[in-house]
């Protein structure tokens, strides 16, 4: 089973345009992360954001998280035609032994 | 290694064939992971070693999915009597140990079972 849905399901902007993507999950977590998926190819870690942090940066990518909410946002600034991809978030829970569980995935496509 | 290997890339199988899957983790990675990522969909998971120990296995579908790795190191997925239903791609992942660890892929071996 899946923890995280992601919404909106599919997303197409123009180069230049920042993307949001959202994600809300179930259970409580020790932290939530975002994959990045080109097509063919395996996941990709982008960013890490623990249960006691509210916002995380890396270069163009901005992560929130509401754990009052069950959701988290990434935010892919200046989007580029190479940020064409899937996006998915998966959770950890708190016991540590327990295997990251992943959502369904954003399709996000940028056209240029 | 410099990242986690998949053998074979692509698979074809005849319906009632067995199968087996090859992971080469990133050397010094004490958790491995498979997951089974039908199309169009996210990851699931499907069992979890830390050393050579199978610590959870609660993902495998039926009892024709069996999965081992023996030295801690590289692992194998084995399918027997493939099904069409096992159509899907098969990720490999490792990770250091602990919590707030990040997972490293590989690139999967994409199974098609006519």
């Known amino acids: 089973s899946q923890q995280g849905e992601e919404d909106p399901q599919a997303l197409s902007i123009q180069e230049g345009e920042n993307a949001t993507m959202n994600c809300s999950y179930k259970t409580s977590i020790n932290n939530l992360q975002w994959y990045r998926q080109n097509s063919g190819r395996g996941l990709v870690h982008l960013i890490l954001i623990r249960s006691n942090e509210r916002e995380k940066h890396s270069g163009r990518l901005r992560v929130t998280l509401d754990t009052s909410k069950k959701s988290s946002s990434l935010l892919i600034t200046a989007s580029r035609a190479a940020d064409t991809a899937s996006y998915f978030c998966a959770t950890e829970a708190y016991s540590g032994n327990t295997p990251l569980v992943f959502g369904k995935g954003t399709r996000l496509s940028v056209i240029a | 290694g410099a990242g986690v290997s998949q053998s074979p890339r692509y698979k074809v199988a005849k319906r009632g064939q067995d199968v087996a899957l090859r992971c080469d983790p990133i050397?010094?990675?004490?958790?491995l992971f498979w997951y089974q990522q039908a199309l169009g969909q996210g990851p699931e998971f499907l069992t979890y070693f830390q050393n050579e120990a199978q610590l959870d296995k609660s993902g495998l579908p039926s009892d024709r999915f069996f999965a081992e790795r023996p030295e801690g190191s590289v692992s194998t997925l084995k399918i027997q009597r493939t099904q069409q239903e096992d159509s899907a791609v098969y990720l490999c992942a490792s990770s250091q140990q602990g919590q707030g660890r990040k997972l490293f892929f590989g690139s999967g071996t994409q199974l098609s079972v006519l």
């Open positions: 050397s010094g990675h004490v958790s």
